[in-house]
């Protein structure tokens, strides 16, 4: 919890708090980013099931929070969700309405919740934008997923309409940075890759890449996301999403990727591609134009640097890092 030192306006709840952005929105937070009239507080699954309503409606009584910044999900990579697309649905579904009915009965001004690029029509034109999220059925890979985040955002427009409720929703592109999940085999890519690069490393073996290495996506280093989500908790009026995202220019392949941590990790070894394991979507390239619109002079952390960053956090903690 992040106490505040002027009177209290502002109550944040955020859920999730313990995972890839709830830590970084923390660290922003505590560097200096916070302002006097707010106090954060940042809630994990061992503060409450959320997937349980009563325990949801609780937590809400315990905290009474002004404004929530709703993080918390299940969440995995392609190939966790390609096994579970049930499991991926129902939990969200029962997280996101619990949450956002507990934010409604208890009279929270505002919540912002976490969607992903993952929930646009897998057959599209792009770039992808916000006007486009409900045009045809997501891909297929992670369908129980995309269509439970896509929920939010239906919710969101009956909760403004019927009770007139400030609840919107952020679309991220690929996010990464420290505190990610580091697992091989259910995380995201990047933070797979760090890992096995790690390993390789150890033990003097090739690094082998799932895939081709063609598909392409946009990355956002989790510590500039959540600088982002301060201003749309503070600035952002819309019940409309808005994506966030580095631009279309800065969209890398997984092989550069791949290579961008080989060259921050100092790995020296060989680089394979298995073509046997699934790609997953070429692309899902996002335009970030309503936020540019927003924010014209916003600045990324560079790809290379942020990634450097998260290689070094990765291989200081790796005893304790999420794998």
Known sequence: MTEATGPVTKRILVTGGTGLVGRAIEKVVADGEGQL??????????????????????????????HVIHLAAMVGG??????????????????NDNVLHSAYETGVQKVVSCLSTCIF????TYPIDESMIHNGPPHSSNFGYSYAKRMIDVQNRGYFEQHGCRFTAVIPTNVFGPHDNFNIEDGHVLPGLIHKVYLAKQTGSALTVWGTGKPRRQFIYSLDLARLFLWVLREYDEVEPIIL????????????????????????????FDTTKADGQFKKTASNAKLRRYLPGFQFTPFRQAVKETCTWFSTNYANARK
């Open 37 to 66: 009239d707010e106090e954060w507080i940042f809630v994990s699954s061992r503060d409450a099931d959320l997937t349980n309503a009563a325990e949801t409606k609780a937590l809400f009584e315990q905290h009474k929070p002004t």
């Open 78 to 95: 392609l190939f966790k969700n390609i096994r579970y697309n049930l499991d991926f649905w129902r939990r969200n579904i029962h997280i």
């Open 121 to 124: 029509p897998d057959k599209t």
């Open 245 to 272: 995202s580095v631009g279309e220019e800065d969209e890398v392949s997984i092989r550069e990727a791949a290579e961008a941590i080989v060259e921050a990790m100092d790995f020296r070894g060989e680089l394979v």
